[in-house]
């Protein structure tokens, strides 16, 4: 099992950058692949970077490719989130997420979430 705690949110006007950080308890950190999501108001929680156990593979949303980069370091048991070019459609609470894949079942953990307002 794996706890998660997201950091770095808050507000920042369009154009700018942030960078979350997501704290992860445990000792198989490495095992689990990372990833955030996002959630703005009214509407569903929605994808948006993952990450490999390694680091080495890395997937993004079509709506933050090229403007956001995820990155890991599993030493520290960190995941990061780094944020440039941010667009008001950007607001949203976004939550840290571990998946570990076992050859009978797929265990997902989240984080409490970080809130994300950019302002136009």
């Known amino acids: 099992q794996v706890q998660l705690v997201e950091s770095g949110g808050g507000l920042v006007q369009a154009g700018g950058s942030l960078r979350l950080s997501c704290a992860a308890s445990g000792r198989t950190f490495s095992m689990y692949t990372m990833g955030w999501f996002r959630q703005a108001p009214g509407k569903e929680r929605d994808f948006v970077a993952r990450?490999?156990?390694?680091?080495?593979?890395?997937y993004y949303a079509d709506s933050v490719k090229g403007r956001f980069t995820i990155s890991r370091d599993n030493v520290k048991n960190m995941v990061y989130l780094q944020m440039n070019s941010l667009k008001p459609e950007d607001t949203a609470v976004y939550y840290c997420s571990a998946t570990y894949t076992s050859v009978s079942a797929q265990y997902d953990y989240w984080g409490q979430g970080t809130q994300v307002t950019v302002s136009s």
């Open positions: 990450i490999s156990g390694t680091g080495l593979t890395t």
